[in-house]
């Protein structure tokens, strides 16, 4: 997955993400794609919360998939989720939720009560840094004023290894994640980073919208054969927008 | 690196936007003044096949690691008694899931847990 978060010059934010899945869960030799990929990308849904008659959240669906891991509350922020892999990772979670230990929480469920019950920025960013989770992963957050953004790296449990924050006053008016720790290197097998960085820089403050941020994360190898879809997301018009994404041969695998 | 061989890597595009009309995805409606176990159904019902197949994959993959009736037992017996140890309004929400696809519940819980599994 790549997400991204900018700030143009008026203050104004814009947050995106391609979702990518289904690595090494069977190659379709013949069409050269990911199987599990390419059944994904059909049951992809937007999915607006609603409730008094009033749209309170908006999130992107696997149909039959009730967490969120892509979603926005309008007029207040949005976040995407990235895998993080880790030896100590959700498997660990899992095995304890069965024999009873039921302090953490799952993360498609965390991230959608974080999305549909947000009031501000600030108190999902303190929540989402320290709720009991049992995976890890990348938080993504955006919100709706100017430096509201950050990339929280999350452990199991209540750890927090990490939180970057937008800092536009100092030059960082965008952030890129993908899955790997923002602070170490990305392997040299899978460095998607290197190319988004380079395409954000490219495109300049100037551009920022969601033109110029579905062209970055539309440039290979950012998009790649995992690739389902491109969400853009614009919390201060509310809207929430996704493109099924296909990256016709010849596309890096993941 | 390896990505920045040729033909993987391209410039930057310019170009991609507007995307093409007919890769935007839909909407649903989720009323959250329905009851959990009612909310999706109008989503899920028609799309239960393309779900069914989805779900089948991600078993032969958990068979890769134990044998494959074992891994169907495993997801069934194992897995469909965890709904209830999930918060509201999830139990009900999966459990309509279920019941509007015919997917089996436990099925339709690894399905949800699949995060989980494969951070591994």
Known sequence: ?254 | KAQEFPPFTEDCRTDAYPPPVNTKVGTYVLNLDQAPEDRWTGLVKPMADKMKIMIQDIKDLVGIFVNETKAINLVDELLAPLTDTFPEPYQGELRGIANATGIPLGEVVLYNIFYEVFTV
């Open chain 1, 1 to 254: 997955c790549t997400s991204l978060v900018a700030q143009d010059k008026t203050g104004d934010l814009f947050h995106a993400r391609n979702l990518d899945f289904g690595l090494f869960l069977g190659w379709d030799v013949k069409n050269q794609t990911w199987a599990l990929t390419e059944r994904l990308r059909p049951l992809i849904i937007n999915v607006e919360y609603q409730q008094g008659g009033k749209t309170v959240a908006k999130g992107v669906h696997f149909a039959g998939y009730i967490g969120v891991i892509t979603g926005m509350k309008p007029g207040v922020l949005s976040l995407s989720m990235n895998e993080r892999f880790q030896l100590e990772g959700g498997f660990i979670g899992i095995i304890e939720w069965i024999i009873g230990q039921r302090d953490g929480q799952w993360m498609g469920f965390v991230l959608r009560d974080a999305v549909v019950k947000a009031t501000d920025f600030n108190s999902t960013l303190q929540y989402l840094t320290s709720v009991d989770l049992l995976a890890p992963g990348y938080i993504i957050l955006g919100g709706n004023s100017s430096g509201e953004g950050a990339i929280i790296t999350r452990s199991v449990g209540t750890k927090a290894d990490n939180v970057k924050m937008l800092d536009p006053a100092h030059g960082t008016w965008y952030l890129v994640e993908t899955n790997y720790d923002n602070w170490k290197n990305p392997p040299f097998f899978d460095d998607r980073r290197a190319p988004a960085t380079k395409c954000m820089n490219t495109m300049s403050q100037a551009n920022v919208g969601l033109k110029g941020i579905f062209n970055v994360l539309s440039t290979k190898p950012v998009r790649n054969l995992l690739t389902t879809y491109t969400a853009l997301m614009h919390v201060r018009n509310g809207t929430l927008d996704t493109y099924l994404q296909y990256c016709p041969q010849p596309c890096f695998p993941w």
